[in-house]
């Protein structure tokens, strides 16, 4: 089953850095995903989170706050 | 303690170049060697410990401890003290102003937090380290503690919850102490440590280059400016001075780093340190673009009467010190 990953952010620098990170991570490595984008904060907020950007991989919370390396995200979504 | 920097910057300006000393050149190249050594070394020094303090205590820990704890007035200057320990992007003011007014803290304390957060963070800390000393450093952070601390209370006296959008008051309204306890995952230092360097680097990476644009400026300006220049136009006993300075300070944002750097030298040639200071929470402490994403959840009216309570206070603030130094 594909996973599913959502990037949390509502638009700044570091969420757009963390979208093009874990892209890059899913083509490169052809993991079965879908990159979601969520940036209405009303989505955002249900997620209980306090800052982004967030990495929610199949509905689990595993980073907030930062940027993960490419390693980082790869170990994450695997 | 920085003295093996001077005569690194010693022997690059007159063994290795053959400069002669006393020329306008050889001060500046000289001042900007030193300066930018000292001034990455402390700066990565603080943002490293900085991110090791966070990584125990990031920022749910701080917002379930301002939800269950009674803490009979004392929660301003917590919410500030707090905001010092942990670093502030202005892209997550939103999701944060949220979390804190869900999870049941009152609106002035969600404030004092908003203040003091950007204003005392690594980066200034760091700066101001290596540019002023520890003294004016020390200054500073109070300062800055008792900013958001009184900002909060002006603010939370206020009543300004009915300037949030309507679906701000919606939260409010379901607004609960949060029960659930922050699971702390358990790391060890050394599982950490990866992720502590990792967000250095990148902090570091962000103000690196404005940091070294700001002392070349400096560093020219510290050569050519005869000292003392300024002070027939920004003396102390020009009233007009510090809200000026403030004034220009707020649209400033993204080369805040690269303007303490500048501000040092004009301090030096004999701005008076109290103006400098409330430009420099101006620029720090006040942005528009966080003004701009704070529009999601405040109306035009609140965001303003925000602004000019934390400006007016930095205002004061810079009387204050003029009067003392």
């Known amino acids: ?78 | 303690m920085f003295d093996w920097i001077v005569r690194m910057a010693d022997w690059i300006v007159y063994d290795v170049l053959h400069l002669r000393q006393g020329k306008h050149l050889t001060e500046a190249l000289h001042f900007f060697i030193y300066d930018t050594v000292k001034i990455l070394l402390l700066l990565f020094v603080i943002v490293f410990l900085m991110g090791i303090v966070n990584s125990y205590f990031p920022i749910d820990k701080v917002r379930n401890y301002l939800s269950r704890k009674k803490l009979y007035g004392l929660e301003y200057l917590m919410a500030s003290l707090f905001g010092v320990v942990t670093p502030f992007c202005s892209c997550s003011s939103v999701p944060l102003f949220i979390g804190f007014v869900k999870g049941g803290i009152p609106l002035g304390v969600t404030f004092a937090f908003l203040v003091t957060s950007p204003l005392v963070n690594e980066v200034a800390v760091g700066l101001f380290l290596g540019l002023f000393g520890w003294k004016t450093t020390l200054i500073y952070v109070l300062s800055g503690i008792l900013l958001g601390t009184i900002s909060g209370m002006i603010l939370q006296r206020l009543r300004l919850e009915r300037y949030l959008t309507p679906w701000v008051k919606q939260v409010l309204t379901n607004a609960q102490r949060e029960q659930d306890a922050f699971v702390a995952g358990k790391q060890t230092f050394k599982q950490r440590l990866p992720i502590i360097w990792q967000e250095t680097r990148n902090i570091l990476k962000g103000v690196v280059p404005y940091v070294i644009v700001g002392i070349a400026i400096g560093g020219l300006m510290h050569g050519y400016i005869p000292e003392g220049f300024f002070e027939r136009y920004m003396s102390k006993s020009n009233i007009f001075a510090v809200p000026v300075a403030t004034l220009l300070a707020v649209p400033m944002y993204s080369n805040a780093s690269g303007i303490l750097p500048v501000v040092q030298v004009l301090v030096a040639k004999g701005i008076p340190l109290g103006t400098a200071i409330a430009f420099m929470m101006g620029v720090v402490g006040l942005s528009l673009p966080e003004a701009m994403l704070l529009k999601k959840v405040m109306t035009f009216k609140l965001i303003g009467i925000f602004f000019g309570v934390v400006t007016l206070c930095i205002i004061i603030s810079g009387y204050i010190f003029n009067v003392i130094f």
């Open chain 1, 1 to 78: 089953m594909s996973k599913v990953i959502k990037i949390l952010g509502t638009g700044c620098p570091k969420c757009k850095q963390m979208t093009a990170l874990v892209e890059e991570v899913v083509n490169e490595n052809n993991i079965d995903a879908q990159v979601v984008k969520v940036e209405d904060i009303m989505d955002i907020m249900t997620y209980n989170v306090l800052t982004t950007p967030v990495l929610v991989i199949d509905e689990n919370i595993t980073v907030k706050g930062r940027v993960p390396g490419k390693q980082e995200i790869l170990e994450l979504i695997k």
